[in-house]
């Protein structure tokens, strides 16, 4: 296996809103190039609930038109060690309408495998499509740290 890495700096910082009375999120969010060049908005975050729990989820959303996810398979995350985790697609829950699903939104359970992430070691994460061809994004050590951060907040 071969893993490539093209790593650009990273500016982001942890925002954090308030969805409702109690229910907090909070993001990290950064624009990443796949392997083909194709710009992909990369949101990890959590979501706190005034019952105190809380979701902890990565949504991908590429260029409209692009690309096809497929739903039914998980997302695969890759380290330079050769650990490879998968994450589940919960995109139905982004949707009211689970027929108007959005073909280039994924949305991804991260907080079984988060910690078990190292922020010392870039990760590649290989996205499900419907078509023969998968999207690769490298993900820098920092972003990482910065997905691991999101579990300290309330």
């Given amino acids: 296996m071969t893993i490539n890495l093209a790593i650009a700096p990273v500016q982001a910082a942890i925002r954090q809103l308030e969805e409702a009375p109690g229910q907090m999120v909070y993001q990290s969010r950064q624009t990443l190039k796949d392997q083909q060049g194709s710009s992909w908005q990369v949101i990890a975050f959590?979501?706190?609930?005034?019952?105190?729990?809380?979701?902890?989820?990565?949504r991908l959303v590429g260029f409209p038109g692009t690309v096809a996810l497929d739903h039914s398979q998980p997302l695969i995350l890759t380290d330079l060690l050769g650990k490879t985790l998968t994450a589940t697609d919960v995109s139905q829950e982004m949707f009211a309408d689970k027929t108007q699903m959005e073909p280039n939104f994924g949305e991804y359970d991260l907080q079984p495998i988060l910690m078990q992430l190292d922020p010392a070691i870039p990760l590649q994460i290989t996205l499900p499509t419907l078509t023969l061809s998968e999207i690769i994004l490298t993900i820098s050590p920092e972003v990482i740290g910065e997905w691991r951060s999101l579990t300290d907040k309330n």
């Fill in 46 to 58: 959590k979501r706190s609930r005034p019952d105190h729990t809380a979701t902890l989820y990565l």
